[in-house]
């Protein structure tokens, strides 16, 4: 399938699991088995801890694999993904002793839960395309090589460009059809109130104006603004705008 082909083919799929079936399906013309494809709208926490993704996309992975990293905090100690979000560059990775990738070099103690894991389930070489957005979004896609040879890193770096282009081509198809929820950062929920209340105060509205505005009690505007200041862990008025605008809130 060449670019205009699979393009055509991920438009005509009218959902995101479709068009990442149709994904999964490329990619095995360049031997990958496995397909992760996992979208954050901020990357980092103000503490610049990482955030979960708000989407994971995953075709024959492990059973567990979904729950471990969307829900057991194996994503934030993933060394493919601390790669992936430092550098925009494609790159070809193995988690094996004998590997000659940037993993390689990159691999810490910190790390040892999710290389006991790969192992485990003899996931161990793959290539990752990392996707950074303008507005501080990210997305990666990542294809693994099931029986993969030790000289792995040779033929990834040989199919490393087809798949980038089949990346992008997959993000281009998934990215609009997200909604509220894959736009909204799993690291701070705020009630729809909580948000309105905090647009306003950073157009420069007081309580009392913002009151105003929504026909509420200037009481209840104190309260909406300062349960959202909470959530932030914002001190000041300026501090829970600044990080409002972070977690794109605004």
């Keep these: 399938m060449n670019a205009l082909e699979l393009e055509a083919a991920l438009d005509a799929a009218p959902t995101i699991g479709g068009r990442l079936d149709i994904a999964h399906g490329a990619m095995a013309a360049l ?33 567990d694999m979904v729950d471990l990293w969307s829900s057991s905090g194996f994503y934030q100690i993933d060394p493919v993904q601390h790669l992936a979000l430092n550098n925009p560059r494609p790159f070809v990775w193995s988690y094996r002793r004998n590997g ?10 910190r790390h040892e839960p999710v290389v006991t894991y790969v192992h485990d389930m003899a996931i161990t070489c793959g290539m990752t395309v990392p996707i950074h ?3 501080g979004d990210c997305a990666t896609v990542t294809g693994i090589r099931y029986g993969a040879e030790d000289d792995f890193h040779r033929e ?27 736009r909204r950062s799993r ?55 600044a990080r409002a605008a972070h977690y794109r809130l605004l």
Excluded: W
């Excluded at 009392?208 to 309260?223: A, E, H, N």
């Design 100 to 109: 000659q990738t940037v993993l390689n070099r990159a691999l810490d103690e």
């Design 31 to 63: 031997g990958l088995g496995a397909l992760i494809y996992d979208y954050a709208p901020v990357a980092y926490t103000h503490e610049g801890e990482l955030i979960t993704p708000s989407f994971f996309g995953m075709r024959e992975v492990p059973g």
């Design 156 to 182: 990834g770096a040989e199919l490393l460009g087809d798949f980038t282009l089949l990346a992008h081509a997959v993000h281009a198809a998934v990215e609009p059809l997200f909604g509220e929820a894959e």
């Design 187 to 241: 690291a701070v929920h705020l009630t729809p109130r909580e948000r309105e209340c905090l647009r306003f105060s950073a157009e420069g509205l007081s309580a009392k104006d913002i009151s105003g505005r929504l026909s509420r009690s200037v009481p209840t505007v104190t309260m909406h603004l300062n349960a959202a200041a909470r959530k932030l862990g914002a001190r000041n008025r300026a501090q829970m705008i």
């Design 133 to 135: 957005g303008r507005s």
